[in-house]
């Protein structure tokens, strides 16, 4: 079922609902009024006929006759009389007597002064009559035609606007909700047309400070990510097939000149020497790349536990210098640390890759081929400082360094794959890390990392 008539049939349920507690309480409130008036008639109605046979002396059966002529067109009031010692002294019909007053009803009336209740359809009323000092019983019962016939036509009109304002009210429904969904409408067809190929489109946003137009503006959000998305995705192929294409047509070609000739050996040695180089930089992009894809994994797929920052800074220092022996790093720790001040709940692959990265760039930039690394603790976090002693990075550079596949104007800069820096960022982020950078041209630069610590067991 639509949205547009769930919410129409809920509208009218809703208003359904409502008309009918109203129309209960307005029937039951006729219904009581009814019964509390009628016995108000039936009241003045027996103290008449006790009035005119006590009082005027007028002839019992000149009351029974005017009863029971009047009981062929009307309703009439039956009333019955009885002394204080429960004598009857006056009944409208004895053969007929609805009520059949019995000596318990009376020693009730007399206890109670009143008394009224429903008997089949009649209602009844008993009271206790005093007259020239004189108490009398006195019971009247009647059936309310007149009111119960109100009754009915109250309800059947009531029922018939009931039912009739169910369809204006459907019919309001439907109309406004298809009204406020329109929008909705619009925003799944444009959806529609959007598609790989055109993810520069964008959904008409309509009125922000509501929920479709929050909605819209979420779409567009998501597309734009999308778009960014799908746009890295075919830089990085490209950047890719040309990282790849380079080394690996420099190595053909090389090897293809070989081939043309019959070479010396230090000509062959010389070649052999170029491709080294060039499937080394394959190798090398083909590992970062792999590790690339490792830190953009799900956080559930990644193991995460209590690590010492410095045994593995120790640890990528070593394997780093091993690989490049003229390579300098320091490590420095601030104030009289703990185990618990240095140790974050992380993944030691991923957090040896972006400190060796931080490393082998502080070495490389840096004039000495030094790299000072520095760990303080605070309260929540680890802090670790990789600084160098280049020549820096200009503002304009600081603004993309993060950037897949930026490469600074640095001269330096153009050896490298484009992803070291963007690998740091992401291995950070999946430990709800903090990665800062500092530089100023001719002063060289400093990336600060902040952990959070692992939290100690109790």
Not at 220 to 247: C, G, I, W
Not at 351 to 379: H, T, Y
């Amino acid at each position: 079922m639509r949205i547009q008539q769930q919410i129409s049939l809920m509208f009218t349920a809703l208003a359904a609902g409502i008309l009918l507690v109203f129309m209960g309480i307005v029937y039951f409130s006729a219904y009581t009024n009814r019964i509390n008036e009628f016995y108000n008639i039936l009241e003045k109605e027996a103290i008449t006929k006790a009035n005119l046979l006590l009082e005027t002396q007028l002839d019992a059966g000149t009351l029974q006759t005017i009863y029971r002529n009047n009981r062929e067109i009307l309703y009439e009031v039956e009333v019955a009389i009885y002394d204080a010692g429960q004598k009857l002294i006056y009944h409208d019909a004895v053969d007929i007597d609805f009520v059949k007053e019995t000596p318990e009803m009376l020693l009730e009336i007399g206890r109670k002064k009143k008394i009224n209740f429903i008997q089949d359809k009649w209602q009844v009323i008993g009271f206790v009559y005093q007259q020239a000092e004189q108490q009398y019983f006195i019971t009247a019962a009647a059936y309310d035609f007149y009111g119960f016939s109100k009754l009915e036509n109250l309800r059947d009109t009531m029922l018939v606007s009931f039912f009739f304002g169910l369809a204006i009210i459907f019919l309001i429904g439907k109309y406004f909700s298809r009204k406020t969904l329109a929008p909705i409408a619009g925003i799944i067809k444009e959806a529609q047309n959007i598609s790989a190929s055109n993810l520069d489109l964008r959904i008409q946003e309509y009125n922000s400070k509501d929920e479709l137009g929050q909605l819209a503006q979420t779409f567009n959000q998501m597309l734009e990510r999308l778009e960014k998305s799908f746009d890295s995705q075919k830089q990085f192929v490209s950047y890719v097939a040309h990282e790849l294409r380079t080394p690996l047509s420099a190595i053909i070609a090389d090897l293809e000149l070989s081939l043309d000739k019959e070479r010396t050996a230090q000509e062959y040695q010389a070649t052999i020497k170029d491709v080294l180089s060039d499937s080394q930089k394959v190798a090398r992009l083909a590992s970062t790349l792999l590790d690339f894809a490792k830190a953009s994994y799900d956080r559930t797929e990644i193991t995460f536990k209590p690590v010492r920052v410095d045994e593995i800074l120790l640890e990528a220092s070593h394997q780093l210098q091993a690989k490049n022996p003229g390579y300098k790093i320091q490590l420095d720790f601030v104030g009289d640390l703990e185990e618990e001040d240095i140790t974050v709940k992380g993944n030691n692959y991923l957090l040896g890759i972006a400190f060796s990265n931080l490393m082998e760039n502080a070495c490389k930039f840096s004039e000495d081929k030094c790299c000072d690394v520095s760990i303080s603790s605070f309260l929540s976090g680890v802090m670790i400082k990789f600084k160098d002693r280049g020549i820096g990075i200009s503002e304009e550079d600081q603004e993309e360094i993060f950037n897949p596949f930026f490469r600074g104007k640095n001269k330096d800069y153009s050896n490298g794959t484009g992803i070291g820096l963007t690998l740091v960022q992401k291995i950070i982020h999946q430990h709800d890390g903090e990665i800062r950078l500092d530089s100023k041209t001719g002063q060289g630069s400093i990336f600060s990392i902040i952990l959070p610590k692992a939290e100690q067991p109790i």
